[in-house]
């Protein structure tokens, strides 16, 4: 099942902050973040693992709850380069298959 | 990290034909995953291909459709079969990674049915 992923899209100034949530009806056991540029694959941010971890990538980080199954990704002091489509995909065990979300366009202006 | 080497990278083909896209990884991994991803959409799991076994179908594909090839533990073929319109589309292929565990994925094969 396809985890619910929101806002649809965000529209920033650079140096602003959002928030992308990710939820899940599963129990999972990762949640992944991707970025997407217009006309390539997605490549991928982090992993947080079940436990309740958070991560950082640069002045991007991500939380996971493992009691309500949610994730939130962390965008802070936006920059140009951060513009592209987010996606969450999800995991039930360590190796396996990801459910991804709808995704959360991001566009980042000077 | 490893990288996935996917062609072709477009194709416009005719309805009622096929088409055979291969993905080739430049380390051996256990599972490789087949997506497809229509244009402004997320990414839908088509199937898991493991060496040595049939390939797992995700609910509304069909191995007849999508015909999974895994002859080693570094290529995969996904065929697309008696193409319509509809499988107008963004195919990828996809591993996940042994050093952090993150999915990679081959540059995606755009594929538009005449």
């Known amino acids: 099942q396809q985890p619910v992923q929101s806002p649809q899209a965000v529209i920033l100034r650079e140096g602003e902050d959002a928030v992308i949530n990710c939820s899940s009806s599963?129990?999972?056991?990762?949640v992944h973040w991707y970025r997407q540029k217009h006309g390539e694959a997605p490549v991928f941010l982090m992993i947080?693992?079940?436990?309740?971890e958070q991560k950082g990538h640069e002045k991007i980080s991500a939380s996971f709850n493992e009691k309500k199954q949610q994730s939130s990704l962390y965008l802070t002091a936006s920059q140009l380069s951060y513009s592209g489509t987010y996606f969450c995909?999800?995991?039930?065990?360590?190796?396996?298959?990801?459910?991804f979300g709808a995704g959360t366009q991001v566009v980042v202006t000077p | 990290s490893a990288v996935i080497s996917q062609k072709p990278s477009r194709d416009i083909c005719q309805r009622g034909t096929s088409l055979t896209i291969q993905c080739q990884v430049d380390?051996?991994?256990?599972?490789m995953f087949w997506y497809r991803q229509q244009p402004g959409q997320s990414l839908t799991l088509i199937a898991t291909?493991?060496?040595?076994?049939?390939?797992?179908?995700e609910s509304g594909f069909v191995i007849d459709k999508f015909p999974i090839s895994r002859p080693n533990l570094t290529f995969s073929t996904l065929t697309v079969s008696n193409m319509s319109p509809e499988d107008s589309s963004i195919y990828l292929c996809?591993?996940?990674?042994?050093?952090?565990?993150?999915?990679?994925f081959g540059q995606g094969t755009r594929l538009t049915v005449v």
């Open positions: 995909g999800t995991a039930t065990d360590s190796w396996g298959k990801l459910q």
């Open positions: 599963k129990a999972l056991y990762s």
């Open positions: 947080l693992l079940k436990g309740g």
């Open positions: 380390s051996q991994v256990t599972m």
């Open positions: 291909a493991n060496q040595g076994s049939e390939a797992t179908y």
């Open positions: 996809s591993s996940r990674s042994t050093k952090d565990w993150g999915a990679f």
